[in-house]
């Protein structure tokens, strides 16, 4: 099992910066892949970020340059720096883990992008 606790979002204006975390129940390093996604009003989830056991990154073109994904071990969180944010990156953001082959998902936190 793995429990995931997202916070940090909030309302920003364009060209404005935010950074997310995950609270993870379990160390990290047992974690296969930590990963970021976003659910726009009206849209399918989609990727945002992941990274693996083995500190491999991987971005949506949308977010390259603008958006970092790491993870703070001895802490066992997993954050995404937004900079640089777009009217268009407003979502609710969820963490999600995937352990011994499952899939595990935090509530989401709200990330508005506007002025």
Do not use: H
Request: charged content about 15%; aromatic content about 8%; some cysteine.
């Amino acid at each position: 099992q793995v429990q995931l606790v997202e916070s940090g979002g909030g309302l920003v204006q364009p060209g404005g910066s935010l950074r997310l975390s995950c609270a993870v129940s379990r160390s990290i390093f047992s974690i296969n892949v930590m990963g970021w996604y976003r659910q726009a009003p009206g849209k399918e989830r989609e990727l945002v970020a992941t990274i693996t056991s083995g500190g491999t990154t991987n971005y949506q073109d949308s977010v390259k340059g603008r958006f970092t994904i790491s993870r703070d071990i001895p802490r066992n969180t997993v954050s995404l720096q937004m900079n640089g944010l777009k009217p268009e990156d407003t979502a609710v953001y969820y963490c999600n883990a995937i352990y011994v082959l499952k899939d595990y998902w935090g509530k989401g936190t709200l990330v508005t992008v506007s002025s």
